[in-house]
């Protein structure tokens, strides 16, 4: 509104309105001997607004207020914009009462969280010199993670590992999986980094681990994002006992005394020791015992044990070993149990020493036609029984007497005897000496007697050595 004043009067004269910005009321200026008054805009002021909102989420609020000291003033004069600190800027909406004082409200999705400086420009529509700026601060919080299912699979101890698979959301959909670093703790002391996959705000982590040992065990998986949130789930793994192979280990033959391997087995568990593991030996005899287990980490484990039988003949040895675990393997085999004679042993022939052959091994007139020798044939005053030494082995020499001379054993004969074999036998004056290429098991037939006229006869059943 301009009011042109002449000869001391005011006189109100209509013109185009021009605005000033300017901090007073009234601008006065002279044209052509006129004093003319122009009505301007007084200076708006503005603050920031500190608010809070969250990664992922859509925000809407207050992000700054103003004033203006013309109380005709209305929201619809001005304009706002919004710079939100992260590379983005829009509209801001302006509202309050006449005369103010007015708000600038925006809304925004931030991406991540974090402390955003805001800036939000007012601007006068009419006179856009006249603006001012508000700092504001957006503090923006990490979107929350929820747990979805744990679940734990499989596993053999040793052989094969146990899985772990959980699921979580984030509430940021925009969230990517580098956002979040996974842990995975095992329960035996032992933590890996798991691997995270998905997108669109839905996540699975994933693992695996091999236990070096059966058991129950407490598992964790744990989740942090980037941002500070957290999520986490519990369940248990249950890898199970590795299988055991077993073989027989017993000696086909062995004397009543019995001392050494009746078996040998294997654990997939490359991490075994022999304290895992018991081992029961049935003896066949309606007899017992413990085993014992040795060997190196890993295997292969030997069962050895020891026992005495009373009587002679075929046993079958079954060996049971248990792992603490719960795995178990058992074998069995077959072993001929023999006896011998005292002060002496009988001798065959090595051309009658094959399995199944039916020999005459005492006290016969005629032994040394029926026992071939591949070195030649035997003395015939030599009768079927050496007494030096008393026990003889494979590869040891002998000597005795003549026909009867070294009184031979008192009958029975054990049902199955060691018997000596022969491949050759000399005599010199009143010496006879042989060899031992073999040592066999002959099952005695009934008859036998210590003199003449009663032969020991039977069948060649198994070879000692």
């Known amino acids: 509104m301009l009011m042109v004043i002449a000869a001391g009067a005011l006189v109100s004269i209509a013109l185009a309105e021009t605005r000033f910005a300017s901090s007073n009321a009234y601008t006065y200026g002279y044209n052509y001997g006129y004093q003319y008054q122009y009505d301007t805009d007084a200076l708006i002021t503005a603050s920031g607004v500190t608010f809070n909102a969250t990664e992922g989420a859509s925000f809407t609020g207050k992000v700054a207020s103003f004033t203006d000291p013309d ?3 209305t929201a619809s004069e001005y304009s706002a914009t919004i710079a939100w600190g992260d590379s983005t800027t829009t509209a801001g909406t302006i509202s309050g009462p006449t005369g103010g004082p007015f708000t600038v409200n925006g809304t925004h999705t931030y991406a991540e969280e974090g402390t955003y400086p805001v800036t939000v420009k007012i601007t006068d529509i009419d006179l856009p010199s006249n603006n001012a700026t508000a700092n504001s601060t957006a503090n923006v919080a990490d979107a929350a993670l929820t747990a979805g299912t744990l679940t734990v699979t499989g596993g053999v101890e040793g052989v094969s590992p146990t899985t772990v698979s959980f699921n979580f959301t984030d509430a940021n959909a925009g969230a990517t999986t580098a956002d979040f670093t996974a842990s995975i703790t095992w329960g035996d002391s032992t933590t890996t980094t798991g691997t995270v996959t998905g997108s669109a705000g839905s996540f699975t982590v994933t693992g695996s ?49 019995y001392s050494g391997k009746v078996a040998t087995f294997t654990d997939a568990n490359p991490n075994a020791t022999t304290a895992d593991f018991t081992a029961t030996i049935n003896w066949g005899d309606s007899t017992t015992s413990s085993g014992t ?34 795995s178990r393997t058992t074998s069995r085999c077959t072993v001929l149990i023999f006896g011998t004679t005292t002060g002496g042993n009988f001798v065959i022939g090595d051309k009658n020493a094959a399995i199944g052959t039916a020999v005459t091994f005492f006290w016969d007139s005629d ?23 008393a026990v003889a082995t494979c590869g040891t020499n002998w000597l005795t007497d003549p026909g009867n001379s070294p009184p031979p054993p ?9 018997v000596l074999v022969a491949s050759k036998i000399t005599k010199s004056g009143p010496r006879i000496a042989g060899n031992t290429v073999r040592v066999v098991i002959v099952k005695t037939n009934p008859g036998y007697q210590p003199n003449p006229g009663h032969p020991g006869t039977g069948t060649v059943v198994a070879v000692v050595c």
């Open 71 to 73: 109380s005709s003033a």
């Open 209 to 257: 681990h091999t236990y070096a040992e059966e058991g129950s065990y407490p598992v964790k998986v744990t989740v942090t994002d980037d941002g500070g949130s957290t999520t986490s789930a519990n369940g248990t793994a249950r890898p199970a006992d590795a299988p055991l192979q077993s073989a027989c280990g017993v000696k086909p033959v062995s004397p009543k005394a």
């Open 293 to 326: 287990v040795t060997g190196p980490v890993g295997g292969v484990f030997t069962v050895n044990g020891t026992h005495t039988y009373t009587s002679m003949g075929n046993f079958t040895i079954t060996v049971t070993i248990v792992d603490d675990g719960g």
């Open 367 to 389: 032994w040394w036609k029926k026992n071939g020798l591949t070195g030649g044939a035997a003395p015939p005053s030599f009768k079927g029984f050496e007494n030096k030494p």
């Open 410 to 418: 008192k009958a029975p004969l054990p049902p199955y005897m060691a």
